[in-house]
């Protein structure tokens, strides 16, 4: 993936950690931010659409009853996540730019080609 530089650890966490559907839900987030909001593609933005994606997978766990603390841990662990959500969003705004850069594609052609 030329002009983007991300850690190892962070191809291998999108491999290992994130099912199919978490891949394309992670990638949607990305092309959203990338195309809409005009944010750049770098780490922060891998870590932004990731912890939208574990997000997404805390809603869809439906704790059944009596589980309370299951859903004691969802509802902090959601509080813990839209944390780190907002502050690298707030990153990603301070580098926001008018319009996408041709090598923020590039982002997300690297992420769908490890998705196959």
């Known amino acids: 993936m030329p002009n983007i530089?991300?850690?190892k650890e962070l191809k291998e966490k999108f491999i290992q950690d994130l099912s199919h559907s978490e891949k394309l839900f992670f990638l949607r987030k990305a092309r959203d931010a990338i195309m809409l909001k005009g944010y750049q593609a770098s780490e922060d933005l891998f870590n932004y659409c990731y912890f939208l994606t574990l997000k997404e997978r805390f809603h869809s766990?439906?704790?059944q009853k009596g589980e309370g603390y299951l859903?004691?841990?969802l509802v902090e662990g959601t509080?813990?996540?839209e944390v780190a959500i907002k502050l690298y969003e707030e990153k990603l705004e301070k580098k926001?730019?008018?319009k996408p850069d041709i090598k923020d594609y590039q982002?997300?052609?690297y992420f769908s080609n490890?998705?196959?």
Request: proline residues 10%; hydrophobic residues 50%.
């Open 114 to 116: 490890l998705n196959k």
């Open 96 to 98: 926001k730019l008018p």
């Open 5 to 7: 530089s991300l850690r």
């Open 107 to 109: 982002f997300l052609e």
């Open 61 to 63: 766990i439906i704790p």
């Open 79 to 81: 509080k813990d996540l």
């Open 71 to 73: 859903r004691f841990l």
